[in-house]
């Protein structure tokens, strides 16, 4: 089994800024891709940004040049920094985590999700 664990979510006015943490723990071998995906009430899930295990990372055209994917491998943790934030930014946001664990088992994995509220 593998868990993520998400935290740093809120409320935050236009224009502010949030830092998503989510580490993810368990008998780990390898962690591959990290992503954040967000949902909004009454719309789909969608991708805002990932990082693979080289550091490339890609980002949502809705989120270039306001946030930025980062991972410390070494605490097997994804970071989305989050500045500029405007009222469409709000939405729960979920990791999610691709990897091998031990016994190269194939795993994916969802965070339980943290909700970011932009408004004045």
């Known amino acids: 089994q593998v868990q993520l664990v998400e935290s740093g979510g809120g409320l935050v006015q236009p224009g502010g800024s949030l830092r998503l943490s989510c580490a993810a723990s368990?008998?780990?071998?390898?962690?591959?891709?990290m992503r954040w995906y967000r949902q909004a009430p009454g719309k789909q899930r969608e991708l805002v940004a990932d990082?693979?295990?080289?550091?490339?990372?890609n980002y949502a055209d809705s989120v270039k040049g306001r946030f930025t994917i980062s991972r410390d491998n070494a605490k097997n943790t994804v970071y989305l920094q989050m500045n500029s934030l405007k009222p469409e930014d709000t939405a729960v946001y979920y990791c999610?985590?691709?990897?091998?664990?031990?016994?190269?088992?194939?795993?994916?994995?969802w965070g339980q999700g943290t909700q970011v509220t932009v408004s004045s």
């Open positions: 368990g008998s780990i071998f390898s962690i591959l891709a």
């Open positions: 990082i693979t295990s080289g550091g490339n990372t």
């Open positions: 999610n985590v691709h990897g091998v664990r031990q016994g190269s088992v194939v795993f994916g994995s």
